[in-house]
């Protein structure tokens, strides 16, 4: 390793410093996503952590959510997110699983590139270059190195699969499923690995019973430690909230303009953030191998363009209507989603972009200046893609939470929080249940069926106004709210706003029946006494996101 290539590796560590720097020094007034981040993950970890069941038995269940929510639904004791989050205060507990995921995955990448991909000398400032863009993608934070730590698991299988027995591979293999996620990813990228060891076969390569074992260790080790997982899809008996699931409603001409957004745009749970720099430069490196017939020469460039279209297709596909026939007969097609094998498409972009740079490169000196160019582009596209710039409009961790003012509502009702449940409208759940209520309402792909139809009694007139609400919750149920047809599938009704609900019409009496005392809602309800609620009084907070209108329900 040259001069040269220690001070652009020093670089990157020092940029990927500086990019995770905001959690650190911010703290709770850092910024971050909503979206499947605050408005859930961080405050399941809280719960958990707070439970006292966090390495509860199969059968335990978490009293304060959903009346006794299964523990299963909180996934594995053994994740590596869950233990930052019981040692150090969550917003702490957030930067250091953004650090730790994004290192790994800068050097999963450097490593691949530099063994396997673009291996000589000259490629060093592409292969730096692509590891540091690769690591400043703006992952889905609860998935920790379920996609970002593909290209070290690839690296290490690689090495395994050339007959390499160094323990390196091993140790590799052993962690990255205690920081990873199992069905969020390596599912995906061991299914993926079987695949090629078995094209091997055929193609007369010889068995590789290395390769083949090294694959059935690591899927070993995430069945074992989400041991939770296994037992609720194959020994549970109870129905749950998954089974009414349903997926497949698109026709053709919907599935072909997902394939096109997909490819173009990705997914929010795996942002590739490519569509700007990334996918002209690989389209530009296309027309160079097309115009001089290099077909040949590029066969991996080739292959990773195809793959790439391909689990696009794939994704958009899952969604298609014709899938039916096959999930009213195996219901394991909806209780898993088998799309996500798309979730591999950002090691691919990313491999795909350092190749396309390597082509571009080899054209002249002219468009050497043009690789720099790319490279420096997406750092400007990825800097702007920062949770503290791309959600600085949102609330900041301290504004979403509002301890304060949670502390202040949980003193003026002055029972213990155990003795009665609350419910939310107009801001998530998530909040009262960071904060310690026990709520009725939640956000978990995974609770009772029994429990959701007794809830949706609650809200039944407000889904009878509303189609896609009742869509929404009837064939999905994730979020599990108080849906009101005026606000629609909104769920942030900040302090300023000057919206009111005029038409609310809930079960009470069965909100009541459920243990339901208290409704949080964060705009006032001007038809409360119909719905047998009374205003108890109003809360505001310098330090909160909301105004929080406490009703009570009457007897």
């Not at 590139?113 to 992952?139: D, H, N």
């Not at 001409?253 to 173009?264: A, D, F, G, S, T």
């Not at 396309?356 to 690789?371: A, Y």
């Not at 769920?491 to 300023?496: E, I, L, N, Q, T």
Request: glycine share 6%.
């Amino acid at each position: 390793m040259t001069v040269t290539e220690k001070r652009l590796l020093s670089f990157s560590f020092a940029a990927i410093a500086l990019f995770v720097s905001p959690y650190f020094l911010l703290g709770e007034d850092a910024h971050m996503r909503v979206h499947d981040n605050l408005d859930s993950n961080i405050a399941w970890y809280k719960v958990i952590t707070r439970s006292g069941e966090l390495f509860g038995p199969i059968d335990a269940v978490i009293p304060q959510i959903a009346n006794g929510l299964p523990r299963n639904a909180f996934g594995t004791e053994f994740s590596g997110i869950v233990w930052l989050h019981a040692l150090f205060p969550s917003i702490y507990a957030y930067g250091l699983n953004q650090t730790i995921t994004r290192v790994f995955a800068f050097i999963g990448m450097y490593l691949l590139l530099r063994k396997y991909v673009i291996p000589e000398r000259k490629w060093m400032w592409i292969r730096v270059g692509t590891s540091l863009a690769f690591a400043l993608t703006p992952f889905w934070p609860s998935g920790m190195l379920s996609t970002l730590g593909m290209p070290l698991a690839l690296w290490a299988f690689l090495n395994i699969r050339a007959g390499e027995r160094s323990w390196a591979n091993y140790i590799v293999l052993t962690l990255l499923p205690f920081y990873s996620s199992f069905v969020l990813g390596f599912f995906f990228f061991l299914s993926a690995l079987g695949i090629w060891w078995l094209v091997d076969v055929i193609r007369g390569k010889g068995w590789n019973w290395r390769f083949f074992f090294a694959i059935a260790y690591m899927a070993a080790i995430y069945l074992a430690m989400d041991y939770r997982f296994v037992h609720s899809l194959l020994f549970s008996d109870e129905p749950t909230s998954r089974d009414e699931y349903f997926h497949a409603r698109l026709p053709l001409w919907r599935v072909i303009r997902l394939i096109v957004k997909n490819y173009v745009l990705g997914h929010t749970h795996v942002m590739t953030v490519h569509g700007l720099v990334i996918l002209p430069v690989t389209l530009m490196a296309l027309y160079i191998v097309w115009k001089k017939k290099l077909w040949q020469r590029e066969k991996l460039f080739i292959f990773l363009h195809v793959l790439n279209v391909a689990l696009s297709a794939w994704y958009a596909f899952w969604f298609y209507k014709g899938w039916v026939p096959l999930t009213e007969r195996f219901d394991i097609l909806d209780k898993f989603n088998f799309a996500r094998f798309h979730f591999l498409r950002p090691m691919v972009i990313y491999v795909l972009f350092a190749v396309s740079l390597k082509i571009l490169w080899q054209q002249g000196i002219l468009w050497k200046n043009v690789c720099f160019a790319a490279l420096t582009a997406q750092f400007v596209v990825l800097a702007a893609f920062n949770e503290e710039i791309a959600h600085r409009n949102k609330p900041s961790f301290r504004e979403f939470y509002a301890e304060k003012q949670f502390q202040e509502i949980k003193e003026y009702i002055g029972r213990p929080v155990h003795t009665y449940r609350v419910a939310s409208i107009g801001i998530h759940p998530a909040i009262a249940q960071y904060n310690g209520f026990y709520t009725l309402d939640t956000y978990n792909n995974f609770y009772p069926l029994s429990y959701k139809h007794k809830f949706r009694q609650i809200i039944a007139k407000e889904l009878a106004k509303d189609k896609k609400l009742r869509e929404y919750f009837d064939e999905w149920g994730g979020r599990c709210y108080i849906f009101v047809d005026e606000l629609g599938k909104h769920y942030m009704f900040k302090k300023h706003s000057k919206r009111t609900i005029k038409r609310l019409q809930l079960n009470t009496a069965v909100f009541r029946e459920m243990g339901g005392r208290y409704i949080f809602s964060a705009l006032p309800i001007e038809n409360a006494k119909q719905n047998q609620l009374a205003l108890e009084k109003v809360f505001r907070s310098k330090q909160s996101a909301w105004t929080i209108y406490l009703y009570k329900v009457m007897p």
